[in-house]
């Protein structure tokens, strides 16, 4: 039994990543997708249109909708998160930041992302040097165990 748990599954990336799963499914063999999120509006929209792709595809694995994290991780074999802290706020920060200095805006590979990306490391890191990801958030995943600095 392979069960991967996606936190944050109310990301509308997550349909995304429901038809990449499918399309691996040889290599791959997934029996349950776990979908998580705290906001259950979000959850049952996003998570109900997972649900009928996996069932438009003659329904290969279970996908599972939670709001308990304990229950959506349990037995799972791979978790996903693509949560971000601070919800819209957030993002709708990391835009503009750039944009009030006169640099571009965008919010993951701009300086608002890039900000957001070193805050947790700014403790450890004496210098700062190039990280070798194009976009903050795979980054913020691998760094701690790969030091990409």
Do not use: N
Not at 94 to 105: A, V
């Amino acid at each position: 039994m392979l069960k991967i748990t996606v936190i944050g599954a109310g990301s509308t990336y997550t349909p995304e990543l429901v038809v990449g799963f499918l399309t691996r499914l040889t290599s791959l063999p997934l029996t349950e997708l776990c979908l998580m999120d705290i906001d259950p509006q979000r959850l049952e929209i996003v998570g109900g249109f997972a649900q009928r792709i996996a069932q438009a595809h003659g329904s290969p694995f279970r996908v599972v909708l939670s709001q308990d994290l304990r229950q959506a991780i349990a037995g799972a074999s791979y978790v996903i998160t693509q949560f971000r802290v601070g919800m819209m706020a957030a993002r709708r920060a990391d835009e503009y930041l750039g944009q009030r200095h006169g640099l571009i805006g965008q919010e993951t590979t701009g300086v608002g992302g890039i900000a957001r990306l070193c805050a947790p490391f700014r403790s450890c890191c004496t210098s700062p040097r190039p990280w070798r990801r194009s976009r903050p958030m795979p980054s913020c995943s691998t760094s701690p165990t790969h030091r990409a600095w």
